[in-house]
C-alpha cells in the first residue's frame, strides 16, 4: 500500500472514530425516538465499548432497548426498529450512523445492568 493510500486510511478511520465519539450528543434524540416509538415506559442501556471508554475506529454503539413485550414476529420488530430509525433521522441521527439497537424484554434488564 502506498503513502498516499496509507495517509487516506488514517484520515478515513480517524474521521470515523471522530463521529463515533458524538454517541451522547445523539443519545438524547435516541431516547426520546424510543419512547415515541416502544411507549414512554422504553429504557435504553448503551453498553460495551462506548460506556467503558474503549471505542475504536472499527466500534459501534451498543444500544439496549427494554421493553415490556417484544413482538414475536420479526416483521413486526423490524417494523420497529424501522419507525426507530425513522424517528431518529428525522431528529438529527445520521441514518449511517453505527447504533446497533437491540430490543429486549424488561425481565433481562438486571443481566444488562450486571455486565
Do not use: C
Amino acid at each position: 500500500m502506498s503513502s498516499k493510500n496509507i495517509d487516506l486510511a488514517i484520515k478515513i478511520q480517524a474521521s470515523r472514530l471522530k463521529e463515533l465519539l458524538k454517541w451522547r450528543k445523539y443519545l438524547r434524540i435516541l431516547i426520546e425516538a424510543t419512547r415515541k416509538v416502544f411507549g414512554s415506559n422504553a429504557e435504553v442501556y448503551v453498553f460495551d465499548s462506548a460506556i467503558e471508554g474503549k471505542l475504536t475506529a472499527n466500534s459501534d454503539i451498543d444500544i439496549a432497548i427494554v421493553v415490556e413485550e417484544i413482538p414475536k414476529k420479526g416483521l413486526e420488530r423490524a417494523k420497529l426498529i424501522d419507525k426507530l430509525w425513522e424517528t431518529m433521522e428525522t431528529n438529527g441521527i445520521p441514518w449511517w450512523y453505527p447504533l446497533r439497537n437491540t430490543p429486549t424484554h424488561k425481565r433481562r434488564t438486571e443481566t444488562i445492568k450486571k455486565h
